[in-house]
């Protein structure tokens, strides 16, 4: 067994030197298939799950389903929402208002009408039209314990009433606010609409009252989003794209045998209308701002998935998700399962022929061996660990491209229990830390500073708010004055308890052990002391983050380009394994979210999360440590057509995102299939 051990390393060193030169060079490869300058191969440590995107949830399978889809929008260099298979769209507004009791229903829009007429207030210019509906009918799901205290539902019928219809072209929320300023006494003081229907005896008065409201407001917003298609955009298989399978890409969604991750973003739809063969309207229940982001998930082929759908056993087991067809740039070619999945240019694509001509995901779960194929030259690119990142950067032969990755790593503490309800110890304890020693040591420089929850360039963070500045005298003044005083052995102490917790994270993660340590060092020098534990993924979750039963611990968020961050950090939010796992409770915050998540216009909305990112900030529920940053190095050979056919080297997106313009990538060097396609 020692022979064995000792000699098990240099077998494994062997054998990657037997790889490394058993692998062709990008010369050898060109010379023996010209095709090869037109191929990206890129790397994966994981395979493929669900070449589906509604069905899909890991990273692998959306590389994939990114470039065989598309969606009616896509996020532009900036991560705004632009047009993709959607020429334009509209977002407006319809909303209603329910009438005050006693009122004759003609008299009162007359009266309304006129108020907006004379009106010189700059938000009426938004109101279209007022109209009187006619009753309508709503159906209300009654929730309530039975008799052996099961909870039952029941549907209840209530008939509306008239109700006035206002035709906005632009949402708004305050509309509520702005109508009753408007109206003075005209406006409505009650609106019971649960009197609307004959309800099961077992529901209380109450909740009847608060089920009702629910589902039908005093002041009932409806936004209502029209897109209008692309003309001639076809499927990988010819079949052109229409309405019909955007609403047919809804159903499935919303199916509950396809059990689509994605049901919780369409939820908020009321309805999806085909207008015409080109023309889709999405009417939503409620104001919901970050539904707009759900239009950029790819859009299925009816004729291909529409009995799949309908079948017992929904969709998740039919062989499209195995060979995929979409609209996008690149289509599907073949998948060996562990090892490839080998993608081609789409020529009938609706943007042209990319020039890209063919792309290759290699399963290489060991990063050494994407590394030792990546300098042999399989490999077009690869992302250096942060040790790695000056190396590659100082090698000629590779460019790079670095950007930060849209997430961060903290420390939560647990505001359910003292001191950690104080914001006066989560700021010491913050600034006891030198979180420029963790990036410039435990990332190698590879990382930036965070100041709030927005992590650093995006829209939606404060660029001029600074991070919390290290300081461990003015964190030992903070501790003072919440109490805390050292006691004969040094430590800081309150009414005879000490200042000492538990500091936990997950196993398997060397970056958040050494933070840990680093931490539990730097408090112990302003007299807190912190006892350390990792635990296995699994317990970490189930046992201490799920019912928020732990002291202080570190974790990271990796996040998207949507500002909506009501689940971590709204006060409803708290319970068992809720995302809001520290407890963090302010008013004004959960106003600011509540805001955002109903807010549609993008300065307006740029402006509510710059305020959520100074108050939390202020407040410190976490220790703010640092954002990660993500090196891609690529071989040098790559590079851009532009539209006039000259070639500029690969260029990331602003937005950091290398990837936005790939379709348009070409690799150079010698080759005569090279240089008859580009005239180089």
Request: net charge negative; proline share 7%; hydrophobic share 40%.
């Amino acid at each position: 067994m020692r022979r064995l051990f000792l000699f098990a390393p240099a077998l494994v060193v062997l054998a990657l030197v037997q790889a490394y030169f058993w692998v062709p060079t990008y010369d050898d490869q060109l010379r023996r298939n010209n095709a090869r300058a037109g191929t990206y191969i890129e790397g994966s440590i994981g395979d493929a799950k669900f070449l589906n995107p509604i069905l899909n949830s890991d990273t692998a399978s959306s590389r994939i389903t990114d470039l065989v889809f598309e969606g009616l929008l896509k996020l532009d260099e900036e991560w705004k929402l632009a047009p993709a298979l959607a020429r334009s769209y509209q977002v407006s507004e319809v909303a209603y208002l329910g009438l005050p009791e006693g009122v004759e229903p003609d008299t009162y829009v007359d009266t309304v009408r006129a108020a907006i007429a004379k009106s010189e207030a700059d938000w009426v210019e938004n109101v279209v039209q007022v109209r009187l509906t006619d009753p309508g009918r709503r159906e209300v799901q009654a929730t309530f314990e039975n008799t052996e205290n099961k909870t039952e539902t029941r549907a209840v019928d209530l008939q509306l009433p008239p109700r006035l219809e206002f035709t906005l072209r632009r949402v708004d929320q305050d509309l509520a606010a702005r109508l009753e300023a408007l109206l003075g006494q005209h406006f409505p003081t009650r609106w019971e609409p649960h009197s609307f229907g004959q309800w099961p005896d077992e529901v209380s008065e109450s909740a009847r009252r608060e089920q009702a409201l629910a589902a039908v407001p005093l002041l009932e917003h409806n936004p209502v989003i029209e897109f209008r298609l692309r003309d001639g955009v076809r499927f990988h298989d010819g079949h052109v794209l229409d309405a019909s399978d955007v609403r047919f890409t809804y159903d499935a969604i919303m199916e509950p045998n396809n059990l689509s991750p994605r049901r919780a973003d369409f939820e908020p739809i009321a309805s999806v209308q085909v207008l015409g063969p080109l023309h889709v309207r999405v009417t939503y229940k409620r104001l919901y701002a970050p539904a707009l982001y759900s239009w950029t998930m790819g859009i299925l082929p009816e004729h291909l998935l529409g009995v799949a759908t309908r079948d017992e056993g929904g969709m998740r087991d039919a062989p499209f998700n195995r060979a995929p067809v979409g609209t996008g740039p690149m289509r599907f070619v073949e998948w060996r399962g562990d090892e490839l999945i080998t993608l081609e240019g789409f020529p009938g694509h609706w943007q042209g022929r990319p020039e890209l001509e063919r792309f290759m995901f290699r399963v290489l779960p060991d990063l050494l061996t994407q590394e030792l194929e990546f300098a042999a030259g399989a490999l077009d690119s690869y992302v250096p660990q942060p040790h790695q990142v000056e190396r590659f950067a100082a090698d000629e032969r590779f460019m790079n491209f670095t950007a930060n990755r849209p997430g961060y790593s903290y420390i939560a503490y647990n505001q359910r229990k003292a001191p950690f309800d104080d914001p006066r110890v989560r700021r010491a304890l913050g600034m006891a830390i030198d979180v420029e020693e963790i990036v410039r040591y435990v990332l190698h420089g590879e990382g930036d500073r965070v100041s709030g929850p927005f992590p650093p360039g995006t829209p939606w963070t404060d660029p001029d708010f600074a991070p919390l500045r290290y300081d461990p005298e003015a964190a030992r003044q903070l501790l003072a004055e919440a109490g805390f005083q050292p006691d004969p052995d040094g430590w800081l102490a309150r009414d005879g308890k000490r200042l000492e917790f538990n500091l936990i994270t997950n196993n398997g993660n060397p970056v958040r052990k050494a933070i840990m340590t680093i931490a539990q060092q730097a408090w112990a020098d302003i007299g807190v002391k912190a006892n350390t534990q990792v635990f296995e993924w699994a317990v970490f979750l189930k046992d201490f983050v799920n019912p928020g039963a732990f002291d202080a611990l570190i974790l990271g968020w990796r996040l998207g380009v949507d500002p909506d961050m009501y689940q971590l950090w709204h006060s409803s939010q708290t319970g068992f394994a809720k995302l809001n796992f520290t407890g963090y409770e302010d008013a004004h915050t959960d106003r600011l979210l509540e805001r955002i998540r109903r807010e549609y216009d993008r300065d307006r909305l740029a402006s509510l999360t710059r305020e959520l990112h100074r108050q939390i900030a202020r407040n410190q529920p976490y220790t703010f440590l640092f954002a990660r940053r993500v090196t891609y190095a690529m071989d040098r050979k790559w590079r851009m057509v532009e539209a006039d056919g000259g070639l500029v080297p690969v260029r990331a997106a602003r937005s950091g995102e290398l990837f936005y313009h790939m379709r348009h990538w070409r690799k150079v060097g010698s080759g005569a299939a090279f240089s008859a396609r580009t005239g180089q």
